[in-house]
């Protein structure tokens, strides 16, 4: 069995999220914190060596504090994240213990997601050595100059917009970021891609959505019961209900 490590990015501003007065990761989504919505599914798993996340350093303290009880239930190391999402993730790869052989890196904003989904990525990143899920582009695509007047009709056929995790060979990942230099990638298959890696599409799901608005995180409210359904008991503390879908 391969060991993974995984990477949670918990350090962006959110300054295009208005709710509650908190950041993404932290708003509670139907009783739980979405971080820990997005965290348990790789903590609980047997093929996880180490799971990891960054937050921003202004966080630290207060994070810790806040969710010391949820902590208590979960193996996971926490860090502080860099000025943008490639900066994070480049020092979180300096955390990963040297047994892993392949790392995950996923959005903490991105909470909606069940073991099978996990469980076709790991195995797509062990068969290609990188692999990441994605759905097809189904809208019509216009590009807009800064008037706000369409200047043309994009052709959407193979296109296909990304998703997290991304899961990649430990070395390939550190080779991609080793030489990044100051490019800011906005994923990290973005980096491989620009060694001249192949990094395969494992289809995803439209119900496994980044919250970055207010609205999407009024969406992900109305699909988190919608979710296939994966008996998992919830590391909610001191929680006695019974088990809940994840």
């Keep these: 069995m391969?060991?993974?490590a995984v990477i949670l990015a918990a350090a962006g501003k959110s300054s295009r999220f208005q709710e509650h007065r908190k950041k993404k990761p932290f708003v509670e989504l139907a009783g739980r914190p979405v971080w820990v919505r997005s965290a348990e599914l790789f903590t609980n798993r047997d093929d996880v060596v180490q799971s990891i996340i960054a937050v921003d350093p202004d966080d630290l303290d207060w994070f810790k504090e806040k969710f010391r009880p949820?902590?208590?239930f979960m193996n996971i190391d926490i860090i502080t994240g860099g000025a943008e999402r490639a900066d994070t993730v480049q020092k979180a790869l300096s955390h990963v213990k040297p047994d892993a052989e392949f790392v995950a890196v996923h959005d903490a904003a991105r909470p909606l997601i069940v073991g099978e989904w996990i469980d076709e990525l790991f195995a797509a990143a062990e068969k290609h050595g990188a692999a990441i899920p994605a759905v097809p582009v189904t809208s019509?695509?216009?590009?807009?100059g800064?008037?706000?007047?369409?200047?043309?009709t994009?052709?959407?056929?193979?296109l296909w917009m990304?998703?997290?995790p991304q899961v990649f060979r430990r070395e390939l990942l550190m080779e991609a970021?080793?030489?990044?230099?100051?490019?800011?990638?906005t994923?990290?298959?973005?980096?491989?891609?620009?060694?001249?890696e192949k990094v395969a599409i494992v289809p995803g799901h439209a119900m496994n959505i980044k919250i970055t608005t207010a609205e999407d995180f009024r969406m992900a409210e109305s699909l988190v019961n919608a979710l296939p359904k994966k008996t998992l008991r919830a590391l909610h503390p001191f929680s006695d209900e019974e088990p809940r879908f994840l």
Excluded at 154 to 158: F, N
Aim: charged share 35%.
């Design 70 to 72: 949820n902590l208590a």
């Design 162 to 164: 990304a998703q997290t």
């Design 146 to 152: 800064s008037d706000h007047l369409i200047e043309e």
């Design 177 to 185: 970021f080793a030489k990044r230099g100051d490019f800011q990638a």
């Design 140 to 144: 019509t695509l216009k590009r807009v």
């Design 187 to 196: 994923d990290e298959a973005q980096l491989v891609e620009r060694l001249g």
């Design 154 to 158: 994009v052709p959407r056929d193979k």
């Design 2 to 4: 391969s060991k993974f």
